[in-house]
């Protein structure tokens, strides 16, 4: 007797066997998508050192121009301006300075700024003197100076006499011209007033190269119509007048003649015999 298929057994898959259907958090990784993600990680990483390289890049370029002297940063108001702001921002205090170190910073600061743009050397110290090789006045003993390197020393504040010419002044006393100062003949004058606050003060001494040719914003020393002799910024120039300007907006500009005898020389340096570094 045949048996039928339906009495056949029926063989069942036990149910440990079956296959699982598949959930949705057991899914094969899109591998495409993956490399993507760590491609754009890269990128991000490169970029962000990129920056990083970047700044540390611009801040070291800034910082060389800083201490350029002929750089255009001094001639722009808005750094001089931003620098002055920054030095006396509140958060300054937080750091333990007190006000009177954050205004003597800020001065410091300004008299470097003013110094690199109107070309003056900012020298620490007094000037190294020494005893005339010859005496007489200025006039005579200008050119045996310029030759050893020296010039004639002058006490601004009485050689500006009305009336009183500066060459007819005598001199007891000479200084040492530093050796890279360019040829030429020089005087040096002991400054006396605030004008030229913050770049010059009361008891610093300048040093003139004698030239009475005059470019734009720099330092001279100039004749007065009434004798006198002052230290000043050229601003405004014309054919016929010169615009003299203090660094100290307390004090209203000067208008001289701009004739062959107004300007004796520019300013090439300052020395502060009290000893602090602009």
Same mark, same amino acid.
Request: contains cysteine.
């Given at each position: 007797?045949?048996?039928?298929?339906?009495?056949?057994?029926?063989?069942?898959?036990?149910?440990?066997?079956? +296959?699982?259907?598949?959930?949705?958090?057991?899914?094969? +990784?899109?591998?495409?998508?993956?490399?993507?993600?760590?491609?754009?990680?890269?990128?991000? !990483?490169?970029?962000?050192?990129?920056?990083?390289?970047?700044?540390? &890049?611009?801040?070291?370029?800034?910082?060389?121009?800083?201490?350029?002297?002929?750089?255009?940063?001094?001639?722009?108001?808005?750094?001089?301006? /931003?620098?002055?702001?920054?030095? *006396?921002?509140?958060?300054?205090?937080?750091?333990? /300075?007190?006000?009177?170190?954050?205004?003597?910073?800020?001065?410091?600061?300004?008299?470097?700024?003013?110094?690199?743009?109107?070309?003056?050397?900012? !020298?620490?110290?007094?000037?190294?003197?020494?005893?005339?090789? %010859?005496?007489?006045?200025?006039?005579?003993?200008?050119?045996?100076?310029?030759?050893?390197?020296?010039?004639?020393? &002058?006490?601004?504040?009485?050689?500006?006499?009305?009336?009183?010419?500066? /060459?007819?002044?005598?001199?007891?006393?000479?200084?040492?011209?530093?050796?890279?100062?360019?040829?030429?003949? $020089?005087?040096?004058?002991? %400054?006396?007033?605030?004008?030229?606050?913050?770049?010059?003060?009361?008891?610093?001494? !300048?040093?003139?190269?004698?030239?009475? *040719? #005059?470019?734009?914003?720099?330092?001279?020393?100039?004749?007065?119509?009434?004798?006198? $002799? #002052?230290?000043?910024? !050229?601003?405004?120039?014309?054919?016929?007048?010169?615009?003299?300007? @203090?660094? *100290?907006?307390?004090?209203?500009?000067? @208008?001289?003649?701009?004739?062959? *005898?107004? %300007? &004796?020389?520019?300013?090439?340096?300052?020395?502060?015999?009290?000893? #602090?570094?602009?």
């Amino acid at each position: 007797m045949k048996a039928s298929r339906r009495d056949l057994p029926q063989h069942t898959t036990p149910a440990h066997d079956a +296959p699982l259907a598949p959930r949705p958090d057991d899914e094969t +990784p899109d591998l495409t998508l993956v490399d993507r993600e760590r491609a754009g990680e890269r990128l991000r !990483v490169s970029r962000a050192e990129a920056i990083r390289q970047e700044d540390v &890049l611009a801040e070291l370029a800034a910082s060389a121009e800083m201490y350029r002297a002929d750089s255009p940063y001094y001639a722009d108001s808005r750094l001089i301006d /931003w620098l002055d702001r920054e030095l *006396n921002a509140p958060h300054r205090a937080s750091e333990g /300075w007190s006000g009177t170190r954050i205004r003597d910073a800020a001065t410091r600061m300004r008299a470097k700024a003013e110094g690199a743009r109107l070309k003056v050397r900012l !020298v620490s110290g007094p000037p190294r003197a020494e005893s005339p090789a %010859v005496s007489g006045m200025v006039a005579q003993v200008l050119g045996e100076a310029s030759a050893r390197r020296s010039a004639p020393q &002058l006490d601004l504040g009485v050689a500006a006499g009305a009336g009183r010419d500066l /060459w007819d002044e005598s001199c007891e006393v000479w200084v040492r011209i530093p050796d890279d100062a360019p040829p030429g003949q $020089y005087v040096s004058l002991s %400054v006396v007033g605030e004008s030229m606050d913050p770049l010059l003060h009361t008891g610093d001494s !300048v040093l003139v190269r004698v030239d009475p *040719n #005059v470019v734009r914003d720099t330092v001279i020393l100039a004749r007065l119509t009434d004798g006198g $002799y #002052v230290v000043k910024r !050229v601003g405004k120039m014309t054919r016929s007048r010169l615009e003299l300007l @203090s660094l *100290n907006p307390a004090f209203p500009p000067i @208008s001289v003649p701009r004739e062959a *005898n107004t %300007v &004796l020389g520019t300013v090439i340096l300052r020395w502060c015999p009290h000893g #602090v570094v602009a």
